[in-house]
C-alpha cells in the first residue's frame, strides 16, 4: 500500500519513516507484532528445508542415533519428541541464517525472495493438487484446468515476486 501510494519514496520503515515517533508504545506494540509474525513466517518458510535435510541425514547415516533417535519429554499430558540432530541443525541454521542477515544491507529482500519461492509451491500447488487427488476430480474437466489454470496464475505471479526481490538485491 506504501508503494502504490507513495512510489519509490515510501521509507524502507512505514512505521516510523514519515516521523512518526509519538506514542512510543503504539510503535512498540507494532515492532512487537512485526517480530512475531516474522518468527512464525520464518518457521513455515524454513520448514520444507528442515525436513528435507533431516530426512537425507536419516537416509545417509541410518545406523547413527544421533541422527535417527528421539528423544521424547513428557510435560504434563502432552509428549514432546525430537532428536539431537533436528534440534542442533535447526538451531544452527537460525543462528547462521541470523548472522548473515545481520551483515547483508538487504536482509530484508532476501527474506522476501525465500518467502517468494517458497509462496507457490507450499500455498498453492500442493494444495491444489492434494484437493484435486482428495475429490477424485478428473483429470482434465473442466474443474481441474481451472484449477491448474489457477495454479499457473499463481506460479507467474511468484516467479514476478522473485524476480522483483533479485532485481532490488542486484541493485542492493
Given at each position: 500500500?506504501?508503494?502504490?501510494?507513495?512510489?519509490?519514496?515510501?521509507?524502507?520503515?512505514?512505521?516510523?519513516?514519515?516521523?512518526?515517533y509519538?506514542?512510543?508504545?503504539?510503535?512498540?506494540?507494532?515492532?512487537?507484532?512485526?517480530?512475531?509474525?516474522?518468527?512464525?513466517?520464518?518457521r513455515?518458510?524454513?520448514?520444507?528445508?528442515?525436513?528435507?535435510?533431516e530426512?537425507?541425514?536419516?537416509?545417509?547415516?541410518?545406523?547413527?542415533?544421533?541422527?535417527?533417535?528421539?528423544?521424547?519429554?513428557?510435560?504434563?499430558?502432552y509428549?514432546?519428541?525430537?532428536?539431537?540432530?533436528?534440534?542442533?541443525?535447526r538451531s544452527l541454521?537460525?543462528?547462521?541464517?541470523?548472522l548473515?542477515?545481520?551483515?547483508?544491507?538487504?536482509?530484508?529482500?532476501?527474506?522476501?525472495?525465500?518467502?517468494?519461492?517458497?509462496?507457490?509451491?507450499?500455498?498453492?500447488?500442493?494444495?491444489i493438487q492434494?484437493?484435486?487427488?482428495q475429490?477424485?476430480?478428473?483429470k482434465?474437466?473442466?474443474?481441474?484446468?481451472?484449477?491448474?489454470?489457477?495454479s499457473?496464475?499463481?506460479?507467474?505471479?511468484?516467479?514476478?515476486?522473485?524476480?522483483?526481490?533479485?532485481?532490488?538485491?542486484?541493485?542492493?
Amino acid at each position: 500500500m506504501g508503494y502504490a501510494a507513495l512510489g519509490e519514496n515510501t521509507p524502507r520503515n512505514l512505521l516510523a519513516g514519515f516521523g512518526f515517533y509519538e506514542p512510543f508504545w503504539l510503535l512498540d506494540i507494532a515492532h512487537a507484532a512485526h517480530v512475531i509474525h516474522l518468527i512464525g513466517s520464518y518457521r513455515v518458510d524454513c520448514q520444507t528445508l528442515f525436513v528435507l535435510v533431516e530426512n537425507w541425514a536419516e537416509r545417509r547415516w541410518p545406523k547413527s542415533s544421533f541422527v535417527t533417535d528421539k528423544i521424547n519429554i513428557k510435560l504434563a499430558s502432552y509428549s514432546l519428541k525430537f532428536n539431537l540432530f533436528g534440534l542442533t541443525w535447526r538451531s544452527l541454521f537460525v543462528v547462521l541464517t541470523t548472522l548473515v542477515s545481520t551483515l547483508l544491507p538487504f536482509s530484508a529482500e532476501v527474506a522476501g525472495f525465500v518467502t517468494a519461492m517458497l509462496f507457490w509451491p507450499l500455498t498453492v500447488y500442493f494444495p491444489i493438487q492434494m484437493f484435486i487427488v482428495q475429490k477424485k476430480i478428473p483429470k482434465h474437466s473442466i474443474q481441474w484446468a481451472c484449477l491448474q489454470l489457477l495454479s499457473l496464475a499463481w506460479l507467474i505471479i511468484t516467479i514476478t515476486a522473485a524476480a522483483s526481490y533479485i532485481v532490488v538485491i542486484v541493485r542492493s
